[in-house]
């Protein structure tokens, strides 16, 4: 079997030839990109575990769960990799808030800042909208970095599963680019994707993605008016009218 792009770039010797095809450009599901990094999430969870939090849960069956880690069922795939990520998340959090951040300050002033933020928007009040965004901001950046300071603490478990957070989340993030229709995110979340899917090695789709990322780029100056209507969200298809 080969894929579109061997095809494309075949030298053909009968009426089809290399030339004919110079200006198509592969366009590569969503769909299949994100099976294809569940699968890859799979092969780096499979025996940590993660099956048997799945059972013993009650999230699903010992089957389905093999399924999950085997990249066999999408929907499914998608929900229990969403549903461990943010348990992992809130016990990465509960020991960030005992073990690192100073006595008092486990909201860094970030419930008040926020509830000043709401109030400055329904009243309309420019200044005080700015002043907390300000405030959200400064927050923000305290608290990245008491954050980091954690991570590069943790042992080589906690970051193994951060890892697996990390993936979950870029997973997230490309399906809500995909259903927005957002260009630019879908080609960023791809390219992090990239090395989890050479690490995996998924030889197929490793060889594709990099030549897809540098075409779905070269768009706006090989054929701007595809490029056009893609940045404005017509690269997806959507069953109804709306966002």
């Known amino acids: 079997q080969k894929t579109a792009y061997e095809i494309r770039n075949c030298d053909w010797s009968s009426d089809v030839c290399s030339s004919d095809l110079a200006n198509v450009v592969t366009r590569l599901g969503?769909?299949?990109?994100?099976?294809?990094?569940l699968k890859s999430i799979g092969f780096f969870m499979k025996d940590s575990g993660i099956e048997e939090l799945l059972t013993e849960s009650g999230v699903c069956k010992g089957g389905t769960a093999n399924k999950v880690i085997a990249g066999r069922d999408y929907y499914k795939m998608v929900r229990c990799h969403t549903l461990v990520s943010e348990a992992m998340v809130g016990l990465a959090w509960d020991a960030f808030e005992e073990q690192t951040l100073p006595e008092g300050r486990h909201d860094l002033d970030f419930g008040d800042s926020l509830d000043n933020l709401h109030e400055s928007q329904l009243h309309k009040d420019p200044?005080?909208?700015?002043?907390?965004?300000?405030?959200?901001?400064?927050?923000l950046e305290e608290i990245s970095s008491i954050w980091k300071e954690f991570i590069d603490s943790l042992g080589i478990t906690a970051k193994y599963w951060l890892m697996y957070v990390d993936m979950v989340s870029i997973l997230k993030r490309f399906i809500k680019a995909d259903r927005a229709g957002n260009l630019l995110e879908h080609l960023a979340e791809i390219q992090h994707m990239l090395p989890y899917i050479?690490?995996?090695?998924?030889?197929?789709?490793?060889?594709?993605?990099?030549?897809?990322?540098?075409?779905?780029?070269?768009?706006?100056?090989?054929?701007?008016?595809?490029?056009?209507?893609?940045?404005?969200?017509?690269?997806?298809v959507h069953r109804s009218e709306g966002r």
């Open 198 to 236: 050479v690490a995996a090695k998924h030889t197929n789709h490793m060889s594709c993605l990099p030549l897809y990322l540098k075409e779905m780029r070269d768009l706006e100056e090989q054929h701007p008016a595809v490029y056009n209507n893609f940045i404005r969200g017509r690269f997806t």
């Open 30 to 37: 969503g769909f299949h990109i994100a099976e294809n990094f």
């Open 127 to 139: 200044a005080s909208a700015l002043n907390s965004c300000t405030a959200v901001k400064a927050s």
